[in-house]
């Protein structure tokens, strides 16, 4: 993910990310600590768990961006810190 200038500052909002077929763990590790604070590691078995099943809808032809709630949803099983 790249940002070639500082968004909140410049535009007054926060920088927006959306989940899809193409995004990898640093992206969902931003959605995270967006929402929650938190910020798990790249090795951490519930994120990886957690982008694997995000893959797998991909993979099983999903077009669609993931939003948050759904993420959050997921996240309960996961549950990666």
């Known amino acids: 993910m790249y940002a070639p200038f500082d968004v909140p500052r410049l535009l ?3 920088l ?3 989940f899809t077929k193409d995004s990898g ?3 969902l590790i931003f959605l ?3 929402h929650t604070g938190r910020e798990p590691a790249k090795d951490h078995p519930g994120l990886q ?3 694997e099943e995000l893959r797998r809808q991909f993979d099983a032809g999903r077009q669609t ?3 948050w709630e759904e993420i959050e ?3 309960g099983a ?3 810190a």
């Open 49 to 51: 768990a957690l982008h």
């Open 16 to 18: 927006e990310l959306s």
């Open 65 to 67: 961006a993931v939003e």
């Open 12 to 14: 007054g909002r926060p």
């Open 73 to 75: 949803e997921l996240l």
């Open 78 to 80: 996961a549950a990666p």
């Open 25 to 27: 763990l640093a992206g």
């Open 32 to 34: 995270i600590r967006q």
